[in-house]
């Protein structure tokens, strides 16, 4: 028996701490792994190679992923699908952990029906929106880079007595501009999930101008495409100058975390051992819910969109109106 391992979609700290786990896992239990590279794509295009434990040594503190990753218009195919499956048969490769969002599980969930072979995914995206799972591999890691960019411009900010307006990542789930703006003190947030009143944010905003407050953050979802209207609104409504800072792909990079690398492990090895214990299942996620890892399939997690819990959204209520 070999299991591979590849990294798929949107890179994320986290990702490297995995795939040396899976590495070292392996060997622990008598099997050997395969490192995918380059993603789906690199799966097609046969870039796969045998693992040594010197392929993973020194990158357990490294953002991004040392195999690389992609995102395969090509996978949809059946050709390339084939093909892809031809490369794993002459490894004899017959099991695969994938690290990715819902868009890589579908891929593989469809290549599991075509060719049976099994999978488990495991969520690795720092959007936070897998419906299904509290948390997802690079979270914690990019909260983290949003706080030091935000602690800083606010520095600097309250030096020119100016506002600021960040802008972060999420596609269209607001989690990192929502626990970003709670835990860094942010006057303003606003998000896809909740409706704001700039009305009573400007009311409020100016009245504490007026007693002395010296800057204003705004911390705004990329998703909501308010960015340039929230500078707009604070320069002439709030009357304050403002500057926006889009943190962009800076969020995706960085250290992993403890938490990250911690999560990764255990993620990892729950995942192998799904893989080893059960030969009869088909593609599953395995989820962190409830302070506990579960597998669920990936009909489950297709089943809804991910929602920020309700008890976030309050302590945020304040910044939005």
Known sequence: MSIAILTSGGDCAGMNPAIKHFVDYCFHKNIQPYLIYDGLEGLIDGDIKKAMHSDVAGILHEGGTKIGSSRSKRFFEYRYREQAYNHLKLHGIDKIVILGGDGSFRALNQFYKDFGVQFIGIPATIDNDIFGTDYCLGVDTALNMIRDATDAIRDTSASFKRGCVIETMGRDCGYLALVSAVTCGAEVCIIPEKSYNLESLGKKLKNQIRHGRR??????????????????????????ETRATILGHIQRGGNPTVQDRLMAIEYVTNAVDKLLSDHSHDGLVIVYKDAKFKFVTIDYVNSNKYQIEKHLTYLGESMMS
């Open 215 to 240: 800057y204003i953050v705004c911390i705004v979802a990329e998703g909501t495409n308010q960015t340039q209207n929230i500078v707009d609104w604070l320069e002439d409504d709030v009357r304050i």
